[in-house]
């Protein structure tokens, strides 16, 4: 078993990035794929704080990364100049499943983040 941490800046203030990741309406738009479902374990409100999620397949074929169906990660914000470090840590891993699938997934989703964060940051 192995984690990743993937991290990428976006132009918009903390608090932007932060009021995406605690809307559902939000986090469906950037995080959740197409035949999965999402599940929130934590909500650290707070500046430095964390968010964990779970991604669930909805089909029964399909495998997740950190248990039988699921995917668990967990979430950083830090304050970069004008702008946001996101951090995204995958913990748990098993070693059948590709570090790069893993990684191009994450920065897939950091991008869907950052582009709705600077697009309504003020």
């Known amino acids: ?3 990743t941490r993937v991290s990428t800046y976006v132009n918009a203030p903390p608090a932007e990035v932060y009021r995406l990741l ?4 939000s986090i469906v738009k950037w995080r959740v794929p197409d ?7 934590e909500y650290d409100a707070r ?6 999620i779970s991604l669930t397949y909805t089909s029964a074929d399909q495998h997740g990364k950190s248990a039988a169906h699921t995917d668990t990660y967990s979430t950083r914000l830090a304050p970069t100049g004008s ?4 951090t995204i840590e995958h913990e748990g891993i ?3 499943v590709s570090p790069a ?3 191009a997934g994450t920065r897939m989703a950091l991008a869907k983040l950052q582009d709705l964060a600077e697009r309504s940051a003020p």
Do not use: I, Q
């Not at 035949?35 to 374990?41: F, L, P, S």
């Not at 702008?83 to 996101?86: F, L, Q």
């Open 94 to 96: 098993p070693d059948a």
């Open 47 to 52: 500046e430095g704080g964390r968010f964990r």
């Open 35 to 41: 035949g999965m479902t999402g599940k929130v374990h």
């Open 83 to 86: 702008g946001t470090e996101v």
């Open 101 to 103: 699938d893993n990684e």
């Open 1 to 3: 078993m192995y984690s």
């Open 22 to 25: 605690l809307d559902g309406s």
